[in-house]
């Protein structure tokens, strides 16, 4: 019933919450409407002004169309009278044009039959000029041909020498480049077993290296050990106090020591995989005393009593007996059992009793999930030991967990350390054979390595020398080649001069014949010229009293043209205003058709809003009254939840109260169980029994007080023994002294902060003095530099941040000839580079460097920027020798040797060099 209540609340809720949200939306939607018919409204009073506005426009518009049409009239009548004018000038201008085309005609014609015949006697006499330097010539290069021939004979002469010379140099050569070649063939070879064997060498050094450091760790770590071990055994220490104090006391009393025979632990030899579990089982037992009979044990005890040296537990051989059980050995198979812990240590056979009343009843297993099937299989009588040290105890009892890691157990150490000395004594043996080993070795490879190194530079002096060979071969055969071209070519050369000598006789005797022909010819090309010219100057006169009369007509037509043009302009303007005018009353005109439409959409559309909201007003008061009614019936329904919420308030007190009282009980019966089990733990920590054993232990207590102050004494003198962890003092002591040494080198550093601080300081203050210093230099440099490579101009470098000199950028100024100072990242290509070129020869002025290789850097020069360059980079070759890597001549002439790389084959590269002082000297001689 509470269920529906609730629910038909909820529902109640969203209906409610509904009818709402949608009364708030009809009353956003009413306020829009209102605020639309406001704007409405706004926007009819202002296009009801607009429209008067353009009818006042409209009429302003006609009154200016009709005052510009009269002016029209009044320009068009005007432009007519001038044009009549022009019209009758231009006819006379063309009647006098005629004439003076007629007069021209003749003129030209005559000047044309004068010009021709000038240029035909001046044509004679160039055409007999040029046969006598002809023939000048043809003299004078016959006498050049006999002298030609001489020295082409010379020239073949001593070609055939140098030919004969080369020959004896190349056969010389090919057998010193035979002879280096086979042995580099010897010294690769030589040198491929060398390598083999130097790497044989380092790898077995390496490893040698990798084995003494190993051996090393070994060897310390061992030593490590011994000495730990035999410190502590010396100091007995891990050893209860009282057994510890009874065999310092027997190494001073030797009655006491002729009665102790030793302890447990001293008694027994465990392998190392029983080792734990072992020690888990004997617990305390390790540390008894084990005397001949119960006399000894008596005579030691009395004498612990009266020294006060403890408590200890002995096991006289005399009266203690074996206990061990027997196993079979399909269980010991079945259920994992490796044996009983008598079986799995070796001893003195006359221990046996002893042993076997210690170990005798402990089942030795491999994990945990072996002994507690073996529990199960002797019904929980027997004590469970697992390798790891997990236990299951007699009653079903179970101890495990994590066990702490403590070095110099008692049990084994004392064969452990006799262990760890033949160990120290077999590693450091193998130390000194190692080092020894490594010292012969070393030798050997350093042998080695000097055979390496002096072949090495012998098949590199080889292969050089091969090169100079190849080279030197070449440069021979080129030789060779162009003197068997060049007497080729001599002697065809010559028979080509004789055959010339005979063309030109025979022209000779030509051109003498031709110049008397063109002397006859000249003279009568004059007499018929002077004849001419006579009529010529008789034309001219006229035409130049027509062209008078010409010029002043051609004045009158061009005033005439100019009134008329700025009358034809007028009118073309006056029209354009007319058409403009007449544009804008149509467009205003339209604008205002426009806007009464706009008017009465308006109107109508105000009219509509108006109707919309009384409609929306109607629905927002519908709304209203359905909240109301939604409201009033919640109202109802909560109330019967209210009602039925308290009746159901005292049903849960009522069970909460019982329920309150079940929780006590359940928390007293935990309680009960929790004391119950911290007892019997209790019992087994503090004495190693559980429940059972505890009840055939039990006796009844005379002096319950009493014995309840033993047992705090006892536990007292447990607990001030503390926990041993042999290890704690080692890590103590290295500990300590880790911290000494970070602690001096945690000063160390902060005292080197400080030192180095200081002298970051220094070097900046150097630095940025030394820096400025260079930095002016070459900004002085590279404006006096910049100025000699662009052939004017100015330049210099500016720090971006003058108060960080250090960290902050340079910015590059230039101004080549011609143009404005910018950042270098607006110059063009080959600006740039040779602004980079300044600046790198500024700095090398500041300090030079020894070479400087150049790679391509004049690529994006053309050929001045090129000689400019080259012409300064001389200057600086007397304190650096520079590299160029370079596919420009210009560059190429100034170098003193040129190194070519050809590739004749795919892959194979070959150098040519060339000295060009040498190859000078040479051409010189």
Request: glycine share 4%; proline share 1%.
């Amino acid at each position: 019933d509470l269920s529906l209540i609730k629910a038909k609340v909820e529902k109640s809720d969203a209906i409610l919450e509904k009818t709402q949200q949608e009364k708030a939306q009809m009353v956003n939607l009413l306020n829009d409407k209102k605020n639309h018919l406001i704007l409405l409204k706004e926007k009819e009073k202002f296009y009801t002004k607009d429209m008067n506005r353009l009818e006042m426009e409209i009429e302003d518009l006609g009154k200016e169309l009709g005052l510009l049409g009269d002016v029209e009239s009044s320009l068009l009548e005007e432009y007519k009278n001038v044009d009549k004018q022009f019209n009758a000038l231009r006819d006379r201008l063309s009647h006098n044009r005629t004439e003076l085309e007629e007069v021209d005609a003749v003129i030209q014609s005559q000047e044309k039959s004068i010009e021709k015949k000038k240029d035909e006697v001046v044509d004679l006499l160039n055409r007999i000029t040029d046969k006598r330097s002809r023939i000048g010539s043809l003299e004078s290069f016959e006498k050049n041909i006999d002298k030609r021939i001489i020295q082409i004979e010379k020239q073949i002469h001593l070609l055939l020498n140098k030919k004969e010379t080369i020959e004896d140099l190349l056969e010389d050569i090919q057998s010193m480049e035979r002879e280096e070649k086979d042995r580099i063939v010897e010294y690769t070879r030589l040198l491929s077993d060398l390598r083999m064997k130097d790497k044989e060498d380092k790898l077995l050094l390496d490893n040698l290296h990798n084995e003494i450091n190993q051996n090393k760790v070994d060897l310390q770590g061992s030593i490590s050990k011994y000495n730990l071990l035999k410190n502590m055994e010396e100091a007995y220490e891990g050893y209860y106090r009282s057994v510890k104090n009874l065999m310092l006391a027997c190494e001073r009393d030797e009655e006491l020591k002729k009665r102790f025979i030793g302890i447990v632990a001293d008694l027994l030899k465990v392998d190392e995989k029983y080792e734990r579990a072992i020690e888990i089982a004997l617990g305390g037992n390790l540390q008894n005393v084990v005397t001949q009979d119960e006399r000894d044990a008596k005579f030691i005890i009395a004498y612990l009593r009266k020294k006060n040296l403890g408590r200890i537990t002995f096991l006289p051989l005399s009266t203690i007996e074996d206990k061990s059980i027997y196993i079979k050995d399909e269980d010991r198979q079945r259920y994992g059992i490796l044996g009983l812990g008598s079986e799995l240590v070796n001893y003195d056979m006359k221990y046996a009793n002893i042993i076997g009343h210690l170990l005798g009843r402990i089942i030795v297993v491999e994990d945990l999930d072996h002994a507690i099937l073996a529990a199960k299989r002797f019904n929980y009588s027997f004590r469970i030991v697992t390798l790891r040290g997990d236990i299951i105890n007699p009653g079903g009892a179970m101890t495990g967990g994590s066990l702490p890691k403590v070095s110099g157990n008692l049990l084994n150490r004392k064969h452990r350390i006799g262990a760890l000395k033949k160990e120290i004594n077999g590693l450091s043996r193998l130390q000194k054979d190692l080092e020894h080993k490594k010292l012969g070795l070393e030798a050997k490879i350093a042998d080695n390595r000097t055979k390496l190194d002096l072949y090495e530079e012998k098949l590199q002096n080889s292969n050089i020398e091969v090169i100079r060979l190849e080279n030197e071969r070449e440069r021979h055969l080129e030789g060779l080649k162009g003197c068997l071209e060049s007497i080729e070519k001599y002697e065809d050369e010559i028979k080509e001069l004789n055959i010339e000598l005979d063309d030109i006789k025979d022209t000779k005797d030509a051109l003498h014949k031709e110049i008397e022909t063109l002397n006859t010819n000249s003279n009568f090309i004059k007499k018929t010229m002077e004849q001419s010219m006579a009529k010529f100057q008789k034309e001219k006169d006229i035409r130049e009293e027509i062209a008078k009369r010409a010029t002043d007509i051609q004045i009158e037509v061009g005033l005439l043209e100019n009134r008329l043009t700025n009358k034809k302009n007028k009118l073309e303007e006056l029209g354009k205003d007319l058409e403009k005018k007449a544009g804008a009353k149509k467009q205003k005109e339209a604008e205002y058709l426009n806007m009464r439409t706009t008017i009465d959409t308006t109107r109508e559309e105000i009219l509509s809003t108006e109707k919309d909201i009384e409609k929306v007003s109607r629905l927002v008061k519908d709304k209203g009254k359905n909240i109301k009614s939604l409201r009033d019936k919640k109202d109802d329904l909560m109330n019967r939840l209210y009602r039925r919420q308290s009746q159901l308030k005292d049903l849960n007190a009522s069970l909460a109260s019982l329920e309150k009282k079940r929780g006590d009980w359940d928390v007293k019966r935990a309680r009960y169980e929790v004391k119950l089990q911290g007892l019997a733990e209790k019992l087994k920590e503090g004495y190693n029994l559980n429940y059972i054993d505890a009840l055939e232990l039990w006796i009844q207590l005379d002096d319950l007080k009493a014995a309840s102050k033993e047992v705090e004494n006892l536990k007292a003198s447990i607990k001030s023994l503390g926990s041993v962890n042999l290890d704690s003092i080692e890590e103590y002591e290295d500990t300590k002294n880790r911290l000494k040494f970070m602690d001096k080198q945690y000063k160390d550093l902060i005292s080197a902060r400080k030192d180095l601080q200081e002298v970051i300081v220094d070097m900046e203050d150097k630095m940025k003095r030394q820096f400025l210093y260079s930095f002016n230099k070459i900004d002085e440099n590279f404006s006096r530099v910049f100025a000699i490579l662009f052939d004017g101009g100015k330049a210099n470098i500016v720090l971006e941040d003058e108060q960080n000199i250090l960290t902050c950028g340079i910015e590059i100024e230039a101004q080549p000839p011609g143009k404005k100072l910018q950042n270098l990242s607006l110059l063009s290509g080959g600006e740039k580079t040779l602004t980079a070129v300044a600046l790198l020869f500024s700095i090398f002025q500041v300090k030079p460097a020894p070479f400087c290789i150049l790679d391509e850097i004049d690529a994006a020069l053309d050929e001045s920027n090129i000689n400019r360059y080259t012409n300064y980079l001389k200057t600086l070759s007397d304190d650096t020798q520079f590299i160029m890597i370079t596919h420009r001549k210009g560059t190429m002439e100034i170098a003193d040797v040129l190194y070519g790389i050809t590739m004749e084959e795919e892959g194979i590269s070959k150098i040519v060099s060339v000295k060009l002082t040498d190859d000078l000297d040479e051409l010189a001689s």
